[in-house]
């Protein structure tokens, strides 16, 4: 089992900035690939960001990209989703993820282990 707790979410501007931190806990956490989604009201869960165990390699939605940032420190089992230039878009429930799988991550299925979620809202 793998315990997450998400943090850092709350009301910001448009053009803003967020941190977001999971913090992990059960099993080596440098073992499995981690994801951020995000459920806006009224719409599925969907892909953020993920990042390999190592860290090695990241991942983007397109509607992300160059505005977000996903990092990890393996030593102190905590992911982070760095969020810049923040929009209306942006707001919405986001979920901290975890996988032992390499591949596949912008699929909301391929995850197992899910935390709990923090409100992000983006106001105009």
């Known amino acids: 089992q793998v315990q997450l707790v998400e943090s850092g979410g709350g009301l910001v501007q448009a053009g803003g900035s967020l941190r977001l931190s999971c913090a992990a806990s059960?099993?080596?956490?440098?073992?499995?690939?981690m994801g951020w989604f995000r459920q806006a009201p009224g719409k599925e869960r969907g892909f953020v960001a993920a990042?390999?165990?190592?860290?090695?390699?990241?991942f983007y939605a397109d509607s992300v990209k160059g505005r977000f940032t996903i990092s990890r420190d393996n030593a102190k089992n905590m992911v982070y989703l760095q969020m810049n230039s923040l929009k209306p878009e942006d707001t919405g429930v986001y979920y901290c993820?975890?996988?032992?799988?390499?591949?596949?991550?912008?699929?909301?299925?391929?995850?197992?282990?899910w935390g709990q979620g923090t409100q992000v809202t983006v106001s105009s």
């Open positions: 993820a975890a996988t032992q799988r390499l591949s596949e991550l912008v699929i909301r299925t391929m995850y197992d282990y």
């Open positions: 059960g099993r080596t956490f440098s073992n499995f690939a």
């Open positions: 990042i390999w165990g190592s860290g090695g390699s990241t």
